[in-house]
């Protein structure tokens, strides 16, 4: 008998992640299908995707490219190792990838999620001092409130306490820099805030705390996604560069949720014009529909490893899927899609539209903050006294009820839908968002 999808009758099995898992299965939120800017629920309504799935289907949803190149690719060849041997799709999305990257990144090591990218990010640094007769290089510096996926490395360089908090002692040799988030400074803020710059210049510090012989690299998301949306002050990333380089430290873009358009350019490094020495990414690689991540270097890093013995692995690093060929048929049909239908384009165009709807619930009840780049916008809600994240998660649970998707994290809403975003359906997000807002609690 055919398994019915739209009526599954035990939820006991399926553990699932960052989920409210008891409150849940009381009450389950189903998605059965999904077409460009909508999800089909279960029970048959279309609610407007206001954040690209979890930022991750910036070209939307369903777009048939995409699904014939899988279709297509999964009937020729499904899988093929990549240690010690190759297939032409995996090689042929890498230059792909280059052609849109920053100038001076010319090298990607695939990984299946951003999590691994931050990891193999996190090992190529230590590995590349090595190489080049550094190994005191050894500490990592990330920064308060960031997030870097659920792996060791990534919860030890992140600041999410409640995603560090459960899980021992982490990475010894870690630091952070302060977070940049200036509510008092920079409330309201479109675009870049103007108050900030100057928390680059904890690095300094932890400079002269540690000596500059015993840091491997400093990572950083451009655009801080996960933690509720907290925008780089003008010329702090610029200042992060210029103390990395000037002490000999790598610079790590988390570019997972900055990457493939979100905020209107390939990337965030050419959206600020800085250029680190490498970007991690996933997501909108292949538009979230195959698990794929990337890990984008400059020639410098790569070219340390290739050294000694042309017969001898350089990197002892890797996963079985990584440049699997489903992943990579289906990120090179995603690049096409997003060149073809000019959706980096598209984003930048429309950004300005976005920012004066979002900034128009500014006097919605309850907010207290409104901020946004690109494609992306933060509410932030007053939180009710003594129990945080209760507001904004009803607001999520009318929200969905209304017909729209956003995100939470704490009290902040999040949004990012897809670049094929239209005025219209801007006009149905924040419209419907601020229906629920003067109706909650
Ligand atoms: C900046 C950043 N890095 C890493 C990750 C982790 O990616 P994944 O969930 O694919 O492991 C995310 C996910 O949201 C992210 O936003």
């Known amino acids: ?203 300094e510090k932890l400079v002269a705390l540690h000596g500059a012989e015993t840091i491997a690299a400093v990572i950083v998301e451009p655009v801080a996604g996960s933690t509720g949306v907290i925008l780089p002050p003008k010329g702090y990333l610029e200042k992060l560069r210029a103390i990395t380089k000037k002490h000999g430290i790598l610079l790590i873009f988390d570019e997972v949720i900055t990457g493939f358009g979100r905020l209107g350019a390939p990337f965030a490094a050419q959206y600020f014009d800085v250029l680190p020495d490498m970007m991690t990414t996933a997501k909108g690689l292949t538009n979230g529909v195959i698990p794929m991540g990337a890990v984008l270097t400059t020639a410098d890093i790569h070219d340390a490893f290739m050294q000694g013995p042309e017969n001898l692995i350089e990197l002892f690093h890797g996963y079985t899927y990584s440049g699997n060929p489903i992943a990579s048929a289906a990120g090179i049909a995603t690049l096409e899609t997003y060149k073809e239908e000019g959706l980096f384009e598209r984003a930048a165009a429309i950004a300005p539209y976005w920012e004066e709807a979002l900034h128009s619930l500014r006097s919605s009840r309850h907010v207290i903050d409104v901020r946004n780049m690109g494609l992306i916008g933060a509410v932030e809600l007053d939180p009710i006294a003594g129990e945080p994240t209760k507001r904004a998660f009803s607001a999520f649970l009318a929200a969905y009820d209304r017909n729209i998707l956003i995100r939470t994290t704490g009290d902040i809403i999040a949004m990012s839908p897809p670049l094929m975003i239209e005025k219209h359906h801007i006009d149905t997000l924040i419209g419907t968002l601020a229906d629920v807002l003067a109706k909650l609690d």
């Open 1 to 203: 008998m055919p398994l019915d999808r739209k009526a599954p009758n035990d939820l006991n099995a399926f553990w699932m992640p960052f989920t409210a898992n008891r409150q849940f299965k009381k009450n389950p939120r189903m998605f059965v299908g999904a077409k460009d800017m909508h999800y089909t629920t279960s029970d048959g309504r279309q609610v407007l995707d206001g954040t690209a799935g979890l930022w991750c289907c910036n070209a939307g949803h369903c777009r048939p490219k995409i699904t014939e190149a899988i279709q297509k690719q999964a009937a020729e060849l499904d899988y093929a190792p990549a240690f010690q041997m190759g297939h032409p799709v995996a090689f042929e999305l890498a230059n792909r990838i280059i052609e849109i990257a920053p100038k001076g990144i010319e090298h990607v090591f695939y990984t299946n999620s951003g999590s691994e990218s931050v990891e193999t990010a996190l090992k190529l640094a230590i590995a590349y001092h090595r190489a080049k007769g550094q190994a005191s290089r050894t500490r990592l510096i990330g920064r308060e409130r960031g997030y870097h996926g659920v792996n060791f490395g990534g919860i030890s360089v992140g600041g999410i306490v409640n995603n560090r908090r459960h899980f021992g002692t982490l990475l010894n040799g870690v630091d952070h820099l302060p977070h940049t988030h200036l509510p008092e400074q920079n409330r309201w803020s479109k675009g870049q805030p103007e108050h900030g710059a100057y928390l680059a210049d904890d690095l």
